[in-house]
Structures are given as C-alpha cells and as structure tokens.
C-alpha cells in the first residue's frame, strides 16, 4: 500500500497530486490531474491524503460516493502547532503559514461564513487562497519539522492525526444527517406549546402561562424578559440577582411555578420550535454541521442548529429509520478517569480500573458512602470548586489522592502565573492576554448553568481573563477536559475504522456520547465495536495504565428512549 500521497485542488476542478516518502517529500512526479475526485477515487490504495483542509476537498468526494481512511490536514496541524508555541490566535491558513515559512507578511484567515440552516455547509466553506502543490509540500515539511521540537513529539503527532481523523468524521456526520422525524416533532410541540396563533406571536400555552405570571404579581409583566421579571419581585419585596432556575426556586412566591414552566418552554419554543424545524431539517435528517475542535479545549461545536442542547423531550423526534436501530453510548465518570491517567496516581487509577460506578467507589473509601458529596468533590478538583465545602472536600481528597489533586493544582497554579498547561498529547492552552472568552453560545453549551459545581456543564471560561484566579480555574479544567477530548478524537477514528465494513453510520457526537445509525442486525457488533474502541482509544491516548473507559450502551428505536 502506497503511505500517503499530496494533493492540492486546482481551481478547475482538477488537482495537483504526488506520492510522498517517508520523510515527506516526494518520490516520484507530479501529476495533474483533471478531476480531483476520480484522482482519488482510482488510488483506493493511499493510506493517508496530505491536504490544505478537510472542508475543501472531502465534502465533495462524500458527494460522489469516495471514502477515504487517513489524511492529514495541513490547516489543523497548523492551529494545533501554533498553539503549543503559544502563538495561540494567529493565522492558521496554509497561506498564513507559507508567508511566516518565506517571512512575508502574512494574510488575514477568511472570515467564518455564518450558519446556512438546511444546507450541508461545508461545501460552502470561503474561500481561501489557492496555493500549488509545492507550496503545501513545502509547509508540510516545516510542520514535520516543528512537531519534532515539541515538548512530546510522538504525542504531538498522534494528536495532530487524531484531529485529522476527527475532521473526516466531522464531515462524513454532516453527510448524513441525524434521523429526524418533522412529524414526530411537530406533534410534541403541540402536545408541549398548544396552538400556534397568526403572525408568528406567542403559542397558546406560553400566552397562558404569561398570563399566569402577571396575575401571580397583580400586574402586567413580560416573563421573556429578565429585567421585568426582577422588577417583579422587587416590587413584591422580594430582592433576586437574576431570573435563573436555581435562584427562583428558592423563592417563595406564586408566580415562581407559572414563571419557571414558561422559561422551560418559551427555551424550546425559541430554540427547537417550527421556525427551527423549518430551518434545520431536510428529507429526515437535521444536519448541524459539526465542526471538530471548536474549542480550545478540542471539544467540538455546531455550527449553527443548536444540536448540542437538544431537550430531551424534543429527544423524541429522533428516530430510527424503519428496520434501523440507534446505538447511544455514554461514556461513564469521563473526566475523572482521565484525571487518573494523566496523574498517574496509584489510588485513584485502582478506582478508575473498575467499570463500576467511580463516585460511588470514591463515597465509600473517602466520605462514608455520601455519594453527592464523592461527585461534588471530584468535579470541585477538576473545575476548581475550592472554598466553603469545596475546601474541606479537596483537602478529603488530596489525603487519600495526593497524586491527582497535585496534578490539577500545579495546572492551576501555572495557569495563576500566566504560563500554558498541555493536555496529555500537546494540545495547548491559550496564553491569557487579548483573547476573549468563549460565550456558552460558542462551546455548545446551556445558557444557564448550576451554581455548584462551578462549570458542571464541562465548560470553564476564563482563559482570556485577567484575573490570576479565573485563569487558575480555566487551567485546571483544561488539562483534564482537554485530555478527555484528545481521547474521544481517537475513539471516534478506533470506531469509524471498525464500523467501516458495515452500513452503520455515526451520526452524532457530543463530548462523551456518540450515537451510530445501523440496521437493527448490527446493533450487537456496534455495540461491541464501542466498547473495542474506548479501549484501544484509552491506551493510544495514555499508553498502559490500569484506567478503563466503560460505556454505558443503550439500542433504541427513539433517542430519547436511551436515557
């Protein structure tokens, strides 16, 4: 088998390709060929495809039925080097990394394109400066050159292929679609929000609702907005900071069920109702976009569709095609597990070794059984939940696993100090000055969030702060979450190779769960292909350790049925 090969898209429709050595450049000629997808399509023997970017060539060999196994994309590379460089934010094009190669000024990426609902969007990527083959190749070269001057070169390089690996997963996903039953959905908004009125007003059940809230306080006032609400309560004599579900329910007053019933609704009205409907799905499929690494911990994102919050109610609409199965699995006590293998502490990876529940296992031998307090004081360490109980949680934990709490305070303290803290295979935390933070919008994440633990939700903004602390605790998260999204990089590749024989097709990725589309007679091997992969998944990542990664597996018609 032929290793790898470059290939650089002609502007008209052709392609520059040559085969590559082992050292990267190239053994033999180039040729110019006229059509860039049968250029790949009758070399079905190329074990890895060196490109500028995975969302400029393979959307169109998906289109025309062309798989491929490996690449390498020369982009990602790119942002995962400037980053453990702690250039962090500068051009990542291969045009911007040619110019930096020559020392010329170097070009501006293009601007993100906003969402396109409905549409397969990677096709309509801007577009970006068409550069020759020899250029690539000489880009390419530098990067092999500049992964060997890494921290951990063999870690850098297997991230750098496990992001690569992610982004083919990435556009196969939005190739085909989650299953989406428009019916199924229209029928649980009516069931849930009543009739809709005429000119796009509010839906029956939330006029009611509204209704019940102004009632509640003698007055007219607009639940859908906070501010309202809050001068609400003031008036009643009642003094709250935000209109959040936690603060509200501890108040007492009558209108806090109506209100708190018309958030969780007006939520899905607003973000999976029928505009959204209209939007997001075509032909049965809703097709987000996802877009691997989207974040700066690795974690992935949507591009536009929200597909990363679906309520588990609006769950309902995603179902099987008939004769099909979902396979839904999520993976158990992620980070804590993590945290055992990148400390490498003793106790805590004999805990992490057993495929039984790690907070209960933790309760037992730390805090007499009370498995809340186990949970809250394991994901305090990981978040930075450092005061109050927190404290005297943490100081429980450090006796009995020293090893793993120093882990994260020492990430904590680097972070304090304005230094950069590294995921186990590279990935590189942001340095802490002219960034902005991330908006829960952008990391895929709720709006609102719990107030302890800290970031329950897995996400810790604050790399762009300037305060010392905020720092500290976006440093802490970073080494343990970002790990964990270095693993799942590699289970999602371990699963696409294994289900590669089969018709399943992975249609859904977030953080943790993956789910798999398959006929119902592959349900068993999918299944079991999960639990391979999380396996070889854990020992590429974090070499030989005791630590599993147990899965917990449901086969289901309705994926709202798998929870």
């Not at 991230?159 to 649980?188: C, Y």
């Not at 109702?273 to 209209?278: I, K, R």
């Not at 969030?449 to 970031?455: C, G, R």
Request: overall charge neutral; hydrophobic content about 40%; glycine content about 8%.
């Amino acid at each position: 088998m032929t290793d790898r090969w470059a290939l650089a898209p002609a502007e008209d429709g052709g392609a520059e390709i040559v085969p590559l050595g082992r050292d990267g450049l190239p053994a033999g000629p180039v040729l110019r060929e006229p059509d860039l997808v049968e250029a790949v399509r009758s070399r079905p023997d190329v074990a890895r495809w060196v490109w500028r970017s995975t969302a400029e060539v393979y959307p169109r060999l998906l289109a025309a039925g062309v798989r491929v196994e490996r690449c390498y994309d020369i982009e990602d590379a790119e942002t995962l080097l400037l980053g453990h460089e702690g250039r962090h934010g500068e051009p990542r094009s291969a045009a911007a990394a040619l110019a930096r190669l020559r020392g010329g000024p170097v070009p501006p990426d293009p601007p993100q394109r906003p969402a396109a609902p409905g549409a397969q969007s990677p096709l309509f990527e801007p577009p970006a400066a068409h550069l020759p083959l020899e250029d690539l190749l000489a880009v390419y070269a530098e990067q092999q050159r500049r992964h060997e001057r890494t921290e951990h070169p063999d870690r850098m390089r297997l991230l750098t292929a496990a992001e690569s690996a992610g982004m083919l997963v990435a556009a196969e996903m939005n190739r085909a679609g989650l299953p989406w039953r428009a019916d199924v959905h229209r029928a649980v908004l009516h069931e849930l929000l009543g009739e809709r009125y005429a000119g796009g007003g509010e839906p029956r059940r939330l006029a009611e609702l509204a209704d019940e809230v102004s009632a509640a306080f003698g007055h007219r006032v607009r639940p859908d907005l906070p501010a309202d609400v809050i001068k609400a309560f003031a008036r009643a004599g009642i003094t709250v900071r935000s209109t959040r579900r936690w603060e509200l329910e501890s108040v007492d007053h009558p209108a806090v069920k109506p209100l708190l019933e018309y958030k969780k609704l007006y939520r899905i009205w607003v973000a999976h109702g029928w505009s959204w409907l209209q939007d997001w799905v075509r032909e049965g499929r809703f097709r987000p976009e996802f877009l691997a690494g989207g974040t700066v911990t690795g974690r992935w994102v949507t591009h536009g569709g929200g597909a990363l919050q679906i309520p588990k109610v609006i769950r309902r609409a995603v179902v099987a095609d008939p004769g099909w199965r979902l396979v839904v699995a999520d993976a158990a006590q992620l980070e804590p597990r993590v945290l055992a293998a990148i400390s490498r502490d003793p106790a805590l990876m004999e805990v992490a070794s057993r495929e039984t529940d790690l907070y209960q296992t933790v309760s037992d031998r730390v805090f007499s059984g009370d498995r809340a307090r186990a949970k809250l004081a394991v994901l305090g360490a990981v978040y930075g939940q450092t005061s109050g109980d927190g404290l005297k949680n943490l100081a429980a934990l450090r006796r009995r696993f020293p090893q793993a709490v120093a882990y994260v305070d020492d990430a904590a303290r680097t972070g304090e100090e304005g230094g950069l803290v590294r995921t186990w295979l590279g990935r590189t935390c942001p340095p802490p000055a002219g960034r902005r933070e991330d908006t829960a919008e952008e990391a895929g994440l709720p709006q609102e969030t719990p107030a302890v633990p800290p970031a329950a939700d897995g996400w810790m903004p604050g790399y762009a702060s300037t305060d010392p602390r905020a720092r500290g605790r976006f440093a802490r998260n970073f080494v343990v979450q970002g790990s964990a999204a270095d693993w799942a990089l590699l289970l999602l590749a371990a699963l696409r190779r294994a289900c590669r024989d089969m018709a399943a097709e992975l249609v859904f990725f977030q953080h943790d769960e993956v789910i798999v589309h398959c006929p119902k007679e592959e349900a068993g091997r999918v299944v079991e292909a999960i639990g391979q992969a999380a396996e070889l998944a854990g020992r590429l990542t974090f070499g030989e350790t005791p630590v599993r990664f147990p899965f917990t597996t449901a086969v289901v018609e309705c994926y709202a049925d798998a929870k």
